[in-house]
Each structure stands twice: as C-alpha cells, then as structure tokens.
C-alpha cells in the first residue's frame, strides 16, 4: 500500500472513496517501481507534457472501460491528468471494477510540475496553466 489521503491537498474536486497521493510520493513510488503511472489524458495533451517515467502507460479516460482488462489487477496504480478530475473519475472507474491499490495523484501534473519533479515534453500542463 502506498501512502495515500482520503482528501486531496493539491486540488478541490473530490470523490467519494478516491485516494490521493501527493506528487513528491507518487514519484518515490514510481522511481522505485513500485507502482505504475496511467495518464488519462488523451494523447495530444500527453504530446505537450507529461511525468517522466519509463512506467507511463496511456490509457485515455474514455477508452479507459473498454481497455482496463489490460491493467494488472495486483499492481498499484497511479492514475494521473493535468489537474485531478479525469484522474478521480478513473480512479472511481477502477475501483468500482475491481481494482484496489489505485491512488489519483493529487492535483494532477499541475501539481507535479509545481513540485519541480521531472516533466517529458516543453515542461508545462497542456491545459496552459505552466
């Protein structure tokens, strides 16, 4: 189990059930290969920017359902977008389908690149906001 929030730090929007995990963790995790990273964001905004890691795996959240049966069911998952909310709905997606050990990273690559972790790409959020 990684450490987790059941509040997000980094972002307002929130579900239900949905745990957060800071970026400074995320990153531990996935340098350690703990975990793997899933980016929901569809593949122009990735093109932009993302975290660099060699366990990103793109999943685009409305391919998300159809795709999950790819996803290893005992591997903890970090599922990601620019700010939190597409992530959270995945995150409440996976879990629903049995999924476990998924953890939305609180405030999405906003909040990575604000905590001056590693970015593939120009460096800054698709959405424009970096």
């Avoid at 899933?38 to 975290?51: A, F, M």
């Avoid at 599922?79 to 992530?87: D, E, L, P, Q």
Wanted: aromatic share 4%; hydrophobic share 45%.
């Amino acid at each position: 189990m990684l450490p987790y929030s059941d509040k997000p730090l980094n972002q307002t929007f929130q579900l239900d059930g949905v745990r957060h995990i800071l970026p400074a963790e995320a990153s531990k995790a996935l340098e350690a290969s703990l975990a793997l990273a899933i980016d929901v964001r569809e593949e122009d905004e990735i093109l932009i920017s993302s975290v660099d890691c060699p366990q990103l795996l793109i999943y685009p959240l409305a391919e998300l359902e159809a795709l999950m049966h790819e996803l290893p069911v005992s591997v903890p998952l970090i599922i990601m977008c620019n700010h939190g909310i597409r992530s959270a709905q995945a995150v409440e997606l996976l879990q629903c389908n049995g999924f476990q050990q998924v953890y939305n990273l609180d405030g999405g690559l906003h909040a990575w690149i604000e905590a001056g972790l590693p970015v593939a790409g120009t460096g800054g959020c698709s959405c424009g906001c970096h």
